[in-house]
Nanobody, 119 residues
């Protein structure tokens, strides 16, 4: 069983930066396909960034060039560095994991961490 716990959210002004983390227990993250999702009030959950076992990553167009997803294998944690934040980035951010990148959906989810960007 994989358990995920996000941390590092907070409030920041537009143009600022935040780094959020997701600590995993029960499985080594270098063997997992992982991703960050977010959900703003009144909106559907959307994928933000994904990272495969080999470290290759993909991003939503809305965050490309501003966000960076990475794995800290030493801490068994998933990271999301967010730069040049915009008010539209305000949302509850979740990390997710699946044991195979071929699986149709993510199996494991954290509880979320709030990111609020003010103009």
């Amino acid at each position: 069983q994989v358990q995920l716990a996000e941390s590092g959210g907070g409030s920041v002004q537009a143009g600022g930066s935040l780094r959020i983390s997701c600590a995993a227990t029960g499985y080594m993250i270098d063997g997992l396909c992982m991703g960050w999702f977010r959900q703003a009030p009144g909106k559907e959950r959307e994928g933000v960034a994904h990272i495969r076992r080999d470290g290759s990553a993909s991003y939503a167009d809305s965050v490309k060039g501003r966000f960076t997803i990475s794995k800290d294998n030493a801490k068994n944690s998933l990271l999301l560095q967010m730069n040049n934040l915009k008010p539209d980035d305000t949302a509850l951010y979740y990390c997710a994991a699946r044991r195979s990148c071929l699986a149709p959906s993510y199996m494991y989810w954290g509880q979320g961490t709030q990111v609020t960007v003010s103009s």
